[in-house]
């Protein structure tokens, strides 16, 4: 028997669809779960898109509304909780019933949820500038940002590649430390034992690099380089992440990138969780993003490009659902 016909129909739904049920009417609600649930859909609880509901103001009574709603599924959800050892087997670190969080708790929190989306847009920027090739100009730009925080770590290009090496392990070591009290037990035993106290020869640097990627299990690495390799195929072409690094990008031009980012790893879950997910909604933008010619999108590569479905309305969606299961089963 095939292997998805032992499983209920798992789709992906992007924060579109969240949104639009919880602003649609009564009746509008009903038919399209009612829809669903005879089409014997189990929905993803994803950590991520909680996380993109909850940082938008407060917006009782439609939070509720789609509390309410989206309880509904007759099928329990495929979880996926936030963080890295994530395997849709765990229980949610963050549930449906947090849509109810309401009031100065909300607002709190979503205050909290911006200022970290805009830190993950400027990091993933800057991950995602590191590994390209530059002209001169750029070089220069983006040397000239980055050079405040090199010196606030001890680096300086006028100093011995000795004391910029002792800088750079010094900042992993603490970077380490600090990050201990929120990793699994084994990865920081495994971190606990490297010592970058050694001499900072190019060979003992190798090493410690070796070590810290050691620390992580395979199946992690794995995942955390097809995140990359998804999150790069998105914004191959865009000026948006240099634009950002080099604080030349407006308040909209940056959320507008934090979402292609999101959008991005959105795509890197569902790739990860391939077995379990069998379609994954997604908006016009990521869909023009998937059919281009060139540069090739990642989902192309991986032979993904019959996983996915977008639509325009909430009322599109359980037959557009129905054609793709049909397809796919």
């Known amino acids: 028997m095939n292997k998805l016909m032992e499983r209920p129909f798992t789709i992906y739904f992007d924060t579109n669809f969240y949104v639009w049920l919880a602003q649609s009417t009564q009746e509008e609600a009903v038919d399209v779960m009612s829809g669903l649930n005879l089409l014997g859909v189990r929905h993803v609880l994803s950590g991520r898109i909680l996380l993109e509901l909850l940082s938008g103001k407060e917006r009782n009574p439609q939070d509720k509304n789609l509390f309410e709603r989206v309880t509904k599924f007759k099928i329990p959800p495929y979880i996926i909780p936030i963080g890295l050892s994530s395997t849709g087997t765990e229980k949610p670190n963050l549930g449906w019933d947090s849509l109810c969080l309401d009031g ?4 709190a929190f979503s205050s909290l949820l911006k200022e970290i989306f805009d830190a993950e847009t400027a990091a993933r920027s800057w991950s995602n500038i590191a590994g390209k ?45 600090g990050l201990a009290s929120i990793l699994p037990d084994e990865q920081r035993e495994k971190l606990g034992a490297i010592d970058f106290t050694v001499e900072k020869t ?9 070590q810290l990627f050691a620390s992580f299990d395979s199946p992690t ?21 240099f634009d950002v690094v080099t604080d030349n990008s407006s308040r909209r ?16 879950v569902f790739v990860a969780h391939a077995d379990q997910i069998d379609i994954i909604q997604i908006d016009s933008r990521q869909k023009n993003l998937i059919e281009r010619n060139s540069p090739i999108h990642r989902l192309k590569v991986l032979k993904l490009t019959n996983r996915y479905f977008s639509v325009v309305k909430l009322q599109q969606v359980v037959q557009t659902v129905s054609n793709k299961k049909a397809e796919l089963r």
């Open 221 to 241: 690495l794995e995942r955390l380089e097809e995140e990359a390799r998804i999150v790069s195929s998105a914004v191959e072409l865009d000026p948006r992440p």
């Open 253 to 268: 031009e940056i959320k507008s990138l934090g979402n292609t980012f999101r959008d991005a790893e959105h795509l890197s």
């Open 202 to 210: 190019p060979e003992n640097l190798s090493n410690l690099s070796s």
């Open 133 to 177: 090739k530059l002209n001169k100009d750029k070089e220069q730009k983006l040397g000239e940002k980055s050079e405040p925080f090199l010196k606030s770590i001890g680096f300086d290009k006028d100093q011995t590649d000795e004391k910029n090496a002792n800088a750079f392990t010094t900042c992993a070591s603490e970077l380490v430390s």
């Open 104 to 107: 100065e708790a909300r607002a």
